[in-house]
């Protein structure tokens, strides 16, 4: 099956500071890669939509100068924590569409990353 | 606005029962339809995806898809302690994000 990838698992900074997470489409060309955040028993919220060599679009609320998306590649993209704050502490996750899964566009979600910021 | 429902549950099925999850969607121009399963603390695994109308059926897992009626169903058989996880329903059209309900909480006692 798909595989995604996300690095690092768990990351702990100082308020200030600022966090990349990277998520790799291992096994499939990905031209549409999705992040997404997930508080404690609170559901999947979408943060933005990133299309490989363009611009991400971003969820309502959510701040693109603060969440910074590169999509390099098709199969690489990099969420950037700018300047984070104990409220950006969050369980991060990326998530990656194969567009050659028989036409039913299958998205597969990476592992997801924990950041605490202190 | 589009939206995906689901019963948040819990439901609770002893072992070896069928554990019957379901979900509607607003929208008529949904294409595709999906199931997640969620452990607490990790990220959704997908486990199956449906098309077109009618059953598709998977090792112990069965989606059923009734567009008309915008529903879609999946059952367990044979639940297992391991299937207790948090169940998502995510509905997709052409041109938008996977939408995803609440999710149904599946607990199964041994």
């Known amino acids: 099956g798909a595989v995604v990838s996300q690095h690092p698992s768990w990351v702990i900074c100082k308020s200030g500071t600022s966090v990349k997470i990277e998520c790799r489409s291992l096994?499939?060309?990905?031209?549409?890669m999705f992040w997404y955040r997930q508080f404690p028993k609170q559901s999947l919220m979408l943060m933005a939509t990133s299309n490989e060599g363009s611009k991400a679009t971003y969820e309502q609320g959510v701040e693109k100068d603060k969440f910074l998306i590169n999509h390099a590649s098709l199969t690489l993209s990099t969420l950037t924590v700018t300047s984070a704050h104990p409220e950006d502490s969050s369980f991060y996750i990326c998530?990656?569409?194969?567009?050659?899964?028989?036409?039913?566009?299958?998205?597969?979600f990476g592992p997801g990353t924990r950041l605490t910021v202190t | 606005q589009k939206e995906v429902e689901q019963n948040s549950g819990p439901l609770s099925v002893p072992e070896g029962a069928i554990a019957s999850l379901n979900c509607t969607y607003s929208d008529r121009g949904s294409q595709s339809f999906f199931w997640y399963r969620q452990y607490s603390g990790k990220s959704p695994e997908l486990i199956m995806s449906?098309?077109?109308?009618g059953d598709k059926e998977d090792g112990r897992f069965t989606a059923q898809l009734n567009k008309a009626s915008q529903y879609v169903s999946l059952l367990i058989r044979d639940s297992q302690p391991s299937d207790s996880a948090t169940y998502l329903c995510?509905?997709?059209?052409?041109?938008?994000?996977?939408?995803f309900g609440k999710g149904t909480t599946l607990s199964v006692s041994s």
């Open positions: 449906i098309y077109s109308n």
């Open positions: 995510a509905v997709w059209e052409a041109g938008t994000a996977l939408i």
């Open positions: 998530s990656a569409r194969d567009g050659a899964s028989g036409g039913g566009y299958e998205q597969y």
């Open positions: 096994d499939f060309q990905a031209t549409t």
